[in-house]
């Protein structure tokens, strides 16, 4: 058994690596959210252009991001709060702090995102980054 590097203390065949993998689709915002943390971790960066919609596709550099992750060293992800849903909500918010290390500084990127549900399934649409 190996923990999920979201920070969930799940199992990650039973947490992140089923969305990335493709086997589910996150069922909440929050989901979607650790799941691209930990696909950041990987530079899976196909499944964070999978993940993405609306604004935040608009200037996304695939090749950029890849790059720019493997330049980091995540250290942890720490979930601030996530909106409640309900099975009518198609808009969801998730305020994160994800911390890690980069060109030997410790750094975060403290962030709240916006999820829409598109056909059922969860996506990045935008974020706000919080000082």
């Not at 695939?62 to 909106?83: C, F, G, M």
């Not at 500084?105 to 999820?115: A, D, I, N």
């Amino acid at each position: 058994m190996s923990t999920c590097v979201c920070g969930s203390a799940k199992d990650s065949a039973q947490c992140c690596a089923k969305y990335i993998h493709g086997e589910r689709v996150a069922p909440d915002a929050e989901s979607l959210m650790r799941s691209r943390y930990t696909a950041y971790v990987q530079a899976n960066i196909a499944y964070i252009a999978k993940t993405m919609r609306g604004p935040a596709l608009v200037g996304f550099d695939p090749h950029s991001a890849a790059e720019w992750t493997k330049q980091i060293k995540w250290l942890r992800l720490e979930v601030l709060n996530a909106s409640t849903i309900t099975p009518t909500d198609n808009t969801a918010y998730v305020e994160f702090i994800a911390h890690y290390l980069f060109q030997g500084r410790r750094e975060k990127l403290h962030e709240v995102s916006e999820f829409h549900r598109i056909d059922g399934c969860w996506y990045y649409v935008d974020g706000l980054i919080k000082e």
